[in-house]
Structures are given as C-alpha cells and as structure tokens.
C-alpha cells in the first residue's frame, strides 16, 4: 500500500498528539520534524524556554469562555479521551485527581459552561469555600505528568512506526525533504511549529505572542488533588503523581524574561500554601505562616520559566496551499498552532480534527 506521507512540523503535545493520531489511523507514513524533541537532551540538562509542552502543569481545567464553543467542544473531547487513557495506561503519566476550581468572582456572573459536561461535578456550598472566594467546584478530573507524558507519545508514536527527525527549519517548504522518497504522492505538511511560526518562513506569523509563565516543582508527596484560583490571586497546584507538585503561576502577555523573578517565587509559595495546606506535612501545621513559606520553599527541585504560544485572534486551524520553490509543485500545509496555554487540555481534540481535515482532502 502506497501510504500518503505527513510531515508534522513540531514536536510539543499538539505535534506529538496530531503525528499519532494519523500514524495510528494506518494510511499515512508521518514523519516529525522538529528543533526540540523530548528525552533528546543530556542528563542533567534543562529544555529551552522556548519550546513550551516541556514546562507546562499540566492538567484539564477548562480554559474556554461560556460563548467558545470550539474550544469547549475540543476540551471535551480531549477530557474524555484522556479519562480512557488513564484508566486503561497508566504508564502515560496521565491519572485521574479530584479538581477544585476557586472562582473569586464569576465571569459576566455566569455560572462555567462545563458544570454540566464533566464527572462527578458538584458546586461548593458557602461553608467550604475560602475566604475571598464567591463560587467553586469540586469535579473529576485528570493530572498530566508533563515529562512522562511527553516521552509517552514519543515512545508511541515510533513504536508505530513514525519517523522523528531533530533540526530545524529555516522555511516551510524545507519540510518536504521529509516527507519520504519512496512515495509518488506529494506530502502533507502540518505546522504545530507554535511560537517557531513567528520566524518561520513561508509563516512569519507575528500575530504570535508569548505569554510568560513561572512555576515551581515542589516535592510535595501528601498534596493529591488539583486546585486553581481564579482572580486577582491567581495561583494553582498540580500534583504529578510522582510526589512531585507543580506550583504557579503567572501569565505575563509579551515577556521574554527567562530568569526566575524571586519575588513571584515568593508570591507563589503564599498563595499556593493558603490554597493547599497539605503542600507540607501535617507535623507542620502548627508553624507560623512565615515558616510554612521557608519550609516550603526548601522543598523547591527548580524554578521554570516558559512561553505558552499565544496567537491573536486564537488558534489557527486551517489548510493553506503552497508552490514548493525548488520543483514548483503545489502542496498543502494544514496550519494547527497558537493554543496558549490550553494545549494539553484541547490536544486530543485537535488531533483529532486535524486528522479529519486530511481524510477530506
């Protein structure tokens, strides 16, 4: 059989996720190319700030606005989907948690679009919501552990058969020296590049923006469920299953900062702590505020600093033709980036219909 080639652009969860949803599907042959790939890295050495999958939480709260029903139909799919993965392979590093999300006041005073949509879901009565909180929610939900999920989809998608290549691209249509010379049929192009699409040629999207994000990976092994809160002390807490806890945050539009900034360390640590008692032990309940934060703080493995890729005007997910330079021949380049800081949480989804997009060409 004669496949149809693909060559991902890409190697962060939307790329990993698109390549092995058609490498599955047994009628393409998918190769990825990319500048970052997971587990390539010597020991001990740190991924770039500038590929942003590897610095992420990560877990599924929704993201999506009440009136995005896109988003909210691609973070449902991607919910339920990753409850099958982690009920039948827990290897992934995705596991099932209890989520609480902490509303200090509601948006537009409308309760959340997915109140009805996911498991086990509850609305807290006044009693057990915190001081400065107006409307939480209690619901199931699933805990990411970024490396391990990560090396997962790699590990998958090879085992398949796909093919990963680590280099860079100057332009677009270097992607198609990938796409396999054993194949008469032109290949497919899909852009994952995220905030690599701003220099891109052939892309050179500037509507591609960086918004910072700071966290903490504590160790934290008694901490086992997910919360957030939402306002003007925003912070968050993930467990990663591994006694480790993934602490933030920030969302700081148009930063390129990659040192730590130790005063939203601190912040951090505050916030999370008064979210989360059982980030320490319960020997230590009894410390002073100030030395819960110390001892907290002791318990820091490193500081991260990452870009979620934000795009103007939101993701871009479409088909676009172009004239390869050298043969002068047409080729398609399905365009699937600029997913900020809900890529885990919409990456199946996507996958999904970046892989229905192809079946209708």
């Not at 969860?13 to 490498?23: E, H, K, M, R």
């Not at 590897?54 to 988003?71: E, Q, T």
């Not at 993965?85 to 209890?98: C, M, Y």
């Not at 591994?242 to 700081?252: H, K, N, Y």
Request: with cysteine; net charge negative.
């Amino acid at each position: 059989m004669n496949k149809q080639p693909v060559v991902v652009v890409g190697a962060g969860v939307i790329g990993l996720s698109v390549a092995n949803q058609l490498q599955e599907d047994g009628k393409y042959n998918v190769t990825i190319v990319a500048e970052h790939v997971p587990d390539s890295l010597p020991a001990g050495t740190r991924e770039s700030t500038g590929w942003a999958s590897p610095w992420a939480g990560a877990h599924w709260r929704a993201w999506s606005s009440n009136w995005d029903h896109w988003v909210q139909d691609m973070e449902l799919q991607t919910y339920h989907l990753m409850n099958e993965i982690a009920e039948r392979t827990p290897e992934s590093g995705i596991s099932k948690a209890q989520g609480l999300d902490y509303f200090e006041t509601l948006p537009d005073g409308e309760r959340p679009w997915y109140v009805s949509k996911v498991n086990d879901i509850r609305e807290l009565p006044a009693g057990e919501l915190p001081p400065g909180i107006t409307y939480g929610l209690e619901y199931s939900t699933v805990l990411i552990n970024v490396p391990q999920y990560l090396t997962y989809l790699k590990n998958k998608f090879e085992g398949l058969g796909g093919t990963i290549e680590q280099r860079s691209l100057d332009h677009i249509e270097e992607s198609l020296l990938f796409g396999g010379e054993s194949s008469d049929k032109t290949p497919i192009v899909v852009n994952c590049a995220a905030l690599g699409n701003r220099v891109l040629g052939g892309v050179c999207d500037l509507s591609m923006r960086p918004v910072r994000g700071q966290t903490l990976v504590v160790n934290a092994p008694d901490a086992k469920r997910t919360l957030t809160r939402l306002g003007s002390q925003f912070g968050y807490v993930i467990p990663r299953g591994d006694g480790t806890v993934v602490l933030g945050g920030t969302a700081e539009a148009g930063s390129w900062e990659e040192e730590e900034d130790r005063q939203t360390t601190q912040r951090i640590l505050q916030r999370t702590l008064a979210l989360e008692p059982s980030l320490l032990p319960p020997s230590m309940l009894g410390l002073s505020e100030s030395e819960r934060v110390r001892e907290l703080q002791a318990s820091v493995i490193y500081v991260g600093v990452g870009f979620r890729p934000m795009r103007e005007g939101g993701v871009r997910l479409e088909a676009q033709e172009y004239v390869d330079s050298v043969s002068a021949k047409p080729f398609t380049v399905i365009h699937c980036y600029g997913h900020a800081g809900f890529g885990y949480q919409t990456s199946l989804g996507y996958a999904r219909r970046v892989r229905e997009m192809i079946e209708s060409m």
